[in-house]
């Protein structure tokens, strides 16, 4: 059974911050190209950053210098740093393990509100 199981979310104010985890089962963790997304209310989901096996990084231009996503890949732990939010950051994130189209893993997703 695949699980991914985010945890961290919460509300905080404008310019604070907040670290996600994504807790993964070891059999995809370490296969996987690790990504955290986003989807606010009446929007689509989007891209928030993604880290491969090796360790290579991208993010949304958004969440640039702010945002730092990282991966222990010896506890199938996932982060996500979240520095200086503001209030468009606003969104239930989720936590995402691809390996190809076939297997390509969600979470249930945890809230981060910024209020103002």
């Known amino acids: 059974q695949v699980q991914l199981v985010e945890s961290g979310g919460g509300l905080v104010q404008a310019g604070g911050s907040l670290r996600l985890s994504c807790a993964a089962s070891?059999?995809?963790?370490?296969?996987?190209?690790m990504g955290w997304y986003r989807q606010a209310p009446g929007k689509q989901r989007e891209l928030v950053a993604r880290?491969?096996?090796?360790?290579?990084?991208n993010y949304a231009d958004s969440v640039k210098g702010r945002f730092t996503i990282s991966r222990d890949n010896a506890e199938n732990t996932l982060y996500l740093q979240m520095n200086t939010l503001k209030p468009e950051d606003t969104a239930v994130y989720y936590c995402?393990?691809?390996?190809?189209?076939?297997?390509?893993?969600w979470g249930q997703g945890t809230q981060v509100t910024v209020s103002s």
């Open positions: 995402n393990a691809y390996i190809s189209d076939k297997y390509d893993y």
């Open positions: 070891g059999s995809i963790f370490s296969a996987s190209v």
């Open positions: 880290i491969t096996r090796g360790g290579s990084t």
